[in-house]
C-alpha cells in the first residue's frame, strides 16, 4: 500500500507542477536561479520519457477497466426497423403479413461460471495496476537520477573553466614577471619565450573546458525537457546555485543489497509479471471446464398475427433464462494455451530470479565505485593548501635567487592539477553516492 502510495503521489507532483510548464519555456527562466531541486521538478513536468511512463500508466488505467469486464454484468439494448416490397411478403390466405416491422429490446446478461476466469481477473486487474505503478516509478527514478547527474556535470565543468582561467592567469602572471625582469636585464630571454609557450599551452585546455562547459549546460536543459529559444546559439545564460559540496555518507553493504531486493520497482513489475503469468494459466485451463450466465430481458415487435396488423399495435414481454456452454473438444486448443501459459509463466520466473541477481551486481558495483571516490576525496584534503604553499615558497625561492623559473610552473602546474583533481573528486563523490541511492532504491525525488 506504501508504495502505491509513493507512486501516486509521483503522478500527482508531476500534475502539480504542469502549472509552470508556461513559466519554464519562456526565455526569462534560463536567468532565474537554478537549484537542484528546481532542476528535477521541472524534469517531472517535461521531460518526455516521464511524460510517455505517465500515458502509458493512463493506459494502463484503461487495460484494468478491459480486464475487470469479464466478472461484470453486460447491459445491452437493441432495435430495428425494416420495410419490405409488398410483392415479397408471404400471405397465409385471408391473413397477410405487415410489409413494416421493426423491434426493439433491452437484456441484462451476468456470467456467474467461467472456469475460474472471472476470479482471475480481478486478480489480474490489480496486479497489471499495481505493475504500471512500478513501470512509472521506475522510469522517474532513472529521469531524476540522469538529471542529477547532469546538474553535477555542469557544476563540474564550471569549476574546470574557473580552474583554467585562474590557470592562465597564473601564466600569464609569470610571463609578464618574466618579460620586466629580462627588460631589466636580470633574466635571459628564454625565460620569456618558455612562459610564454606555457601560456600558449594553457590556453586550449580553457577553451575545451569551456566547450565542455557548454555541452554540459545543452544536457542539462534537454534532459530537463525544456526548449531552448532559437535566439540563443551557444552559451545558455544557467544561474546554478547550488555546489559540489559534499557531506559523510555512511552505509552498509548488505543492507544496502537487501534494501535494494526490498525497494527497487523493477522487481515488483517482475513480480506481478510473474502473478499474471501464473492467473494467464488459470485463464487457459478455463477453456477444459464449462461457462454458465443467466440472462433477463424484456421486448417490444409489432404484431405479426394478432389482428389488428397494424405498425403501433405492438406486442410486449419479459423473458429470462440460462445458457450452458462448454467445449467438450477443441482440438487441444486449450492443451496447447496451457502449454504455453505454462512456459511462459517459468520464464517470467527466471526473468525475475536473473533480475534481482543483476539488481545485486549492481549495488556492489555501485558501492565499489562510492567507497573508491569516497576515498579519493578524503585525499584530496590537505592537497590543495600543500600545492598553494608550494607555489607561494617557488615564488619567495626565485625573489631570493635560490630558485628557478622552472621551479614556479612547475608549482602553478601542480596547483592547476590539485586544484582540478579536487573538484573531480567532488563531482565524482556526489555522483557515485546518487547512483548508489537510486541502486538501493532510495527515493531521488526533489525535497519540498
Known amino acids: 500500500m506504501k508504495k502505491l502510495i509513493l507512486a501516486w503521489s509521483l503522478f500527482a507532483a508531476a500534475q502539480i507542477f504542469t502549472a509552470r510548464a508556461t513559466e519554464t519555456n519562456s526565455a526569462a527562466w534560463l536567468t532565474r536561479p537554478l537549484s537542484l531541486a528546481d532542476a528535477l521538478n521541472t524534469a517531472l513536468v517535461q521531460n518526455a520519457t516521464i511524460l510517455e511512463a505517465k500515458n502509458d500508466l493512463e493506459a494502463s488505467h484503461g487495460l484494468v477497466v478491459q480486464t475487470r469486464a469479464v466478472a461484470l454484468p453486460q447491459l445491452t439494448a437493441s432495435g430495428q426497423y425494416k420495410i419490405t416490397d409488398a410483392n415479397y411478403v408471404e400471405n397465409f390466405g385471408a391473413l397477410a403479413q405487415p410489409d413494416q416491422n421493426w423491434n426493439s429490446g433491452i437484456q441484462i446478461s451476468q456470467s456467474i461460471y467461467m472456469g475460474g476466469r472471472m476470479v482471475a481477473a480481478i486478480r489480474a486487474a490489480d496486479a497489471t495496476k ?35 582561467e585562474a590557470s592562465v592567469k597564473l601564466l600569464e602572471k609569470e610571463r609578464d614577471d618574466q618579460q620586466h625582469r629580462f627588460d631589466a636585464g636580470t633574466v635571459p630571454h628564454f625565460n620569456v619565450l618558455r612562459a610564454e609557450v606555457s ?66 520497482t523493477e522487481l515488483t513489475a517482475l513480480k506481478k509479471n510473474v502473478d499474471l503469468q501464473q492467473l494467464n494459466i488459470v485463464n487457459a ?55 504455453q501459459a505454462k512456459a511462459l509463466y517459468e520464464k517470467s520466473k527466471t526473468e525475475l530470479t536473473d533480475e534481482s541477481r543483476q539488481i545485486e551486481l549492481g549495488v556492489r558495483t555501485a558501492y565499489s565505485e562510492f567507497v573508491q571516490a569516497r576515498e579519493t576525496l578524503e585525499s584530496q584534503g590537505k592537497v590543495l593548501e600543500l600545492a598553494e604553499e608550494s607555489l607561494r ?9 635560490t630558485g628557478t623559473q622552472l621551479d614556479v610552473l612547475n608549482a602553478e602546474t601542480s596547483l592547476t592539477q590539485s586544484r582540478t583533481t579536487q573538484i573531480t573528486a567532488q ?15 532510495s527515493d531521488l525525488a526533489p525535497v519540498k
Open 393 to 401: 615558497e617557488a615564488n619567495a625561492r626565485t625573489d631570493a635567487g
Open 427 to 441: 563531482h565524482d563523490y556526489l555522483a557515485a553516492r546518487a547512483k548508489l541511492e537510486r541502486a538501493i532504491g
Open 199 to 264: 601560456v600558449a599551452n594553457e590556453r586550449p585546455t580553457l577553451i575545451a573546458a569551456r566547450n565542455a562547459l557548454r555541452i554540459a549546460k545543452n544536457n542539462l536543459v534537454n534532459d530537463m525537457g525544456y526548449d531552448l529559444p532559437r535566439e540563443i546559439w551557444e552559451d545558455i545564460p544557467l544561474n546554478l546555485t547550488d555546489t559540489l559540496a559534499t557531506a559523510p555518507w555512511q552505509i552498509n553493504l548488505p543492507e544496502a543489497i537487501q534494501q535494494a531486493l526490498t525497494r527497487r
Open 130 to 164: 499495481q505493475q504500471a505503478l512500478a513501470v512509472y516509478r521506475t522510469a522517474v527514478a532513472d529521469v531524476l537520477l540522469k538529471v542529477r547527474l547532469a546538474y553535477y556535470d555542469v557544476l563540474l565543468a564550471e569549476q574546470q573553466v574557473s580552474v583554467r
Open 285 to 339: 485451463k478455463s477453456g477444459y471446464k464449462p461457462s454458465v450466465n443467466v440472462f433477463a430481458g424484456y421486448g417490444w415487435h409489432n404484431a405479426q398475427f394478432t389482428p389488428p396488423i397494424e405498425l403501433d399495435h405492438d406486442i410486449r414481454g419479459w423473458n429470462a433464462g440460462a445458457q450452458l456452454n462448454w467445449n467438450i473438444f477443441d482440438g487441444l486448443l486449450t492443451h496447447g494455451k496451457v502449454l
